[in-house]
């Protein structure tokens, strides 16, 4: 008995630090937010869509990064951080593929292929 109170603590502490770590995360961009989110088992993968801007910063060897509000399919924003592998031109839409603050790739996309909701939010 005293053993499966132990584990169910040890699994409510668990989940519950996973879902703690989904709030804190929710609407912040960076490198801690995305590593949380790239281990958390809680946060879906999803996308989320940019109109591109000039860089916030750019290396020596010209990677550059952004730091911009991304908005998802039924218009919800968040912050995001991402790097691009060089200077990306302003004013394009991209397609990225995220799991919360934390992301995978992107993809240039055409206007007509940005969800109309994400759409309005990044005119």
Do not use: C, W
Not at 31 to 56: C, F, H, R, S
Not at 65 to 80: C, F, H, L, M, W
Not at 85 to 104: C, D, F, P, Q, R
């Amino acid at each position: 008995m005293k053993l499966m109170a132990k584990i169910g603590g040890i699994l409510l502490l668990v989940v519950g630090g996973l879902f703690a770590t989904t709030l804190y995360t929710n609407q912040s961009s960076g490198e801690l937010a995305g590593i949380l989110d790239q281990l958390n088992p809680m946060v879906k993968e999803g996308y989320v869509y940019v109109k591109t801007k000039k860089a916030d910063s750019v290396n020596g060897y010209g990677t550059a990064s952004y730091e911009q509000v991304a908005v998802d399919e039924n218009g919800k924003t968040r912050p995001i951080a991402f790097n691009g592998i060089s200077e990306l031109k302003v004013g394009h839409y991209l397609k990225l593929t995220n799991k919360g603050a934390h992301v995978e790739t992107y993809e240039e996309i055409s206007k007509e292929e940005v969800p109309q909701k994400a759409l309005e939010k990044l005119e």
